[in-house]
């Protein structure tokens, strides 16, 4: 448990604002707020249990908003959350039993290498613009990835937004605001699933919890209106 002081919230809503706004463009905002958790004292268990009440709230927000402005393909997400819905139970039912020990150091490792695959290969994600989007019927092999993806967001949730992205671009060809949008829907999935087993642990620390829930809605309203309005090379740059 932790003392959460007017200096500490201050922190946690100014990450959780960022999280939120960089999660709907594209992935990485909990390698902000998972951080913070950790250096204001929770064990690296707990700080990845705490962070997914906004992992929720953020995506709920951001799939509304997307749906608002016609951006979301809803015929494609029932095949494409399946998989990576399951993923997501098995990489939290993974999270809960790692020795702390293992799973700080194993953490860090993971948001250092995501960062750098991020920073290095960002066109990864950006399919060539007026192509057919695909469904998983079309590219099977997206099942496995969409899987994979889910385990990982389970697990760490620590920029999985682009390995989302890196699949719905590169395999079924959605554009970066589509993609985004059903990114949310996925992640919406992973802030209910995985949360239920970190709650049922006992992993979820509610306080600082309920404070990133709140500024990372914040956040994500203020994506969802900059990934409708922005041009494309923009919004790629910003990536």
């Known amino acids: 448990m932790i003392d959460v002081d007017l200096v500490s919230g201050v922190l946690l809503a100014a990450a959780g604002i960022a999280a939120g706004f960089i999660n709907t463009l594209a992935g990485g905002g909990s390698f902000l707020t998972l951080p913070v958790l950790m250096l204001m004292g929770l064990p690296a268990d707990q700080a990845n249990g705490t962070i997914r009440p906004s992992v929720l709230t953020q995506s709920v927000a951001s799939t509304a908003g997307f749906h608002r402005?016609?951006?979301?393909?809803t015929a494609a997400i029932v095949g494409i959350l399946a998989p990576s819905g399951l993923g997501s139970l098995a990489g939290a039912g993974v999270a809960t039993i790692v020795p702390n020990e293992f799973l700080k150091p194993l953490?860090?490792?993971?948001?250092?290498?995501?960062?750098?695959?991020m920073m290095v290969r960002p066109g990864l994600i950006a399919p060539p613009p007026d192509v057919k989007n695909l469904t998983v019927r079309d590219r099977p092999i997206a099942v496995f990835w969409l899987f994979g993806a889910g385990f990982y967001g389970g697990f760490v949730q620590a920029g999985v937004g682009f390995l989302i992205l890196a699949i719905l671009g590169p395999i079924l060809r959605y554009d970066l605001v589509r993609a985004n949008a059903i990114k949310m829907v996925i992640t919406t999935v992973f802030g209910i699933?995985?949360?239920?087993?970190f709650v049922a642990a006992d992993l979820v620390v509610w306080v600082p919890a309920t404070i990133l829930a709140v500024a990372t809605v914040a956040g994500s309203w203020l994506g969802v209106r900059f990934a409708v309005d922005a041009r494309p090379d923009h919004l790629r740059a910003l990536l």
Do not use: N, S
């Open 69 to 73: 402005y016609g951006r979301l393909d």
């Open 107 to 117: 953490l860090l490792a993971i948001m250092v290498a995501m960062a750098f695959a």
């Open 193 to 197: 699933l995985p949360l239920a087993v």
